[in-house]
């Protein structure tokens, strides 16, 4: 596995290996990403080096951590914020580094590091860098609440934009159906904390909601839908929203339990599709509430 500056480093091939390969051949690999020129490359390496054995990652870099150019020792950094407290002693070196902005960023992780909540906690804080990634330990499983379906999205910033709201709302699941890309960067890292599943067809879609027990919430606008703060939820809702221009296919409508809409107050017409889809999993966490 071999990753240099002409290579694209390929998300795919990323998180393959993340799960299938040797530790130190995988952190050998990120490392020279981590030391490159390349912004993007660095980026990659920092966000993937602290999901690896936190270990094995502290050896191979203890060696290199001084050699590297200034930009790769900040994001050297926010990497080893991320590892926690095996990193430490690497950031206490860096807090001698000839560079006070260098020795600045290590005084941060380190104070980060320091106010994190214990291990039984939950670690994943917005407050705490670097935001948006993971910690290794899996996360409690989670309760049933609601998923949520996205039919044929346009646009994958959109998709992992829903992602993100999704996890953020306490969903079980993202069940994407037809056009399956999204753009990872827009998930902040919520992608790997959230089960994020793809469907062939609404049919696929449908008879597995029936199977888990849930009711199809048809987001759409039209002279059956509801506003989100009136209605009355299913228990266990599967929020449906569909394409940008085209909306849901009838499948979905005339499967729906509750049809619902956003009421529009200003000149547009609709809202984006993601930020719709978002209103609603916190409108159901607010009916939910006052139940």
């Not at 030391?35 to 390496?45: G, I, T, Y």
């Not at 994190?116 to 860098?129: A, F």
């Not at 449908?206 to 009711?215: D, K, T």
Request: charged share 25%.
């Amino acid at each position: 596995m071999a990753l240099n500056s002409n290579h694209g480093f390929p998300r795919g091939e990323a998180r393959i290996a993340l799960q299938l390969g040797p530790a130190d051949e995988v952190v050998a690999a990120l490392l020279p990403a981590l030391l490159s020129p390349n912004k993007r490359m660095r980026r990659r390496s920092m966000t993937l080096l602290p999901r690896l054995d936190p270990d094995e990652v502290c050896r191979q870099l203890d060696p290199v951590l001084e050699t590297g150019a200034r930009k790769s020792r900040r994001a050297a950094c926010v990497a080893l914020a991320a590892i926690g407290a095996p990193a430490a002693p690497l950031l206490e070196r860096l807090t001698r580094d000839a560079d006070e902005a260098i020795r600045h960023r290590a005084r941060r992780a380190l104070d980060a590091i320091a106010a994190r909540p214990p291990e039984n906690g939950n670690r994943n804080l917005s407050y705490v860098r670097p935001f948006g990634l993971p910690y290794r330990d899996a996360p409690p499983p989670r309760p049933p609440s609601f998923a949520v379906a996205a039919f044929n999205f346009s646009y994958g910033v959109n998709l992992g934009t829903l992602v993100r709201s999704a996890e953020a709302a306490g969903a079980e699941a993202v069940w994407i159906i037809g056009r399956d890309f999204y753009y990872r960067p827009s998930t902040k890292g919520s992608d790997w904390w959230l089960p994020v599943e793809t469907m062939e067809s609404p049919a696929t879609c449908l008879e597995r909601a029936e199977r888990e027990g849930f009711e199809i919430v048809a987001l759409q606008q039209g002279p059956a839908a509801q506003p989100v703060w009136e209605a009355e939820w299913p228990e266990r809702p599967l929020i449906v929203a569909g394409n940008e221009g085209d909306g849901l296919p009838g499948q979905f409508i005339e499967a729906a339990a509750l049809q619902l809409e956003l009421p529009i107050f200003g000149n547009i017409d609709s809202l984006n599709v993601a930020v719709a889809t978002s209103v609603a999993m916190f409108a159901f966490r607010g009916w939910q509430a006052r139940q």
